[in-house]
C-alpha cells in the first residue's frame, strides 16, 4: 500500500443513504471501512477488505482472498485522500484525534479478517 494513503479518513457516501464513513488504511494492505451511523443504530459495522495493488494507483478489493474483487484507484489530493470506484468518487479527508469514535478500537478489535 502507498505510505501516503496509509491512517484514518473520513467521507460522505450518498450510494444507498446518506452517512459518515470512517476509513482506516493499514500498510500492509487492509482497509477497515466503519459505518459511523449504521441504521440499525444497535451495533456497529466495519467491513474489512484486503488490497492487492494492480499497478499505479489501482488496487484490486476483496472481501475474502478468494474473491473475484473489484478495482478501485486512489490517489491524494492535497490532505485529502481521494477514491473512485465504478464511477463515483469519493474525497476523504484526515480523520482528527478528537473525532475519531470512541467505539472505533474496540469495534476492530472484534473485527473478522477473512
Known sequence: MNPDFVGLWTFQSERTAPQEIVLQVF???????????????????????????????????????????????????????????NGHTFVARPLATADIPAWRAETLARAVWR
Not at 36 to 57: A, I
Open 27 to 85: 500498510p500492509d494492505g487492509r482497509l477497515a471501512q466503519f459505518y459511523k451511523q449504521h441504521p440499525s443504530l444497535t451495533r456497529r459495522v466495519v467491513m474489512t477488505l484486503h488490497t492487492t495493488p494492480e499497478g499505479g494507483d489501482t488496487y484490486r478489493v476483496r472481501t475474502t482472498a478468494d474473491a473475484p474483487g473489484y478495482l478501485i484507484t486512489m490517489r491524494r489530493d492535497g490532505p485529502n485522500l481521494v477514491i473512485e470506484n
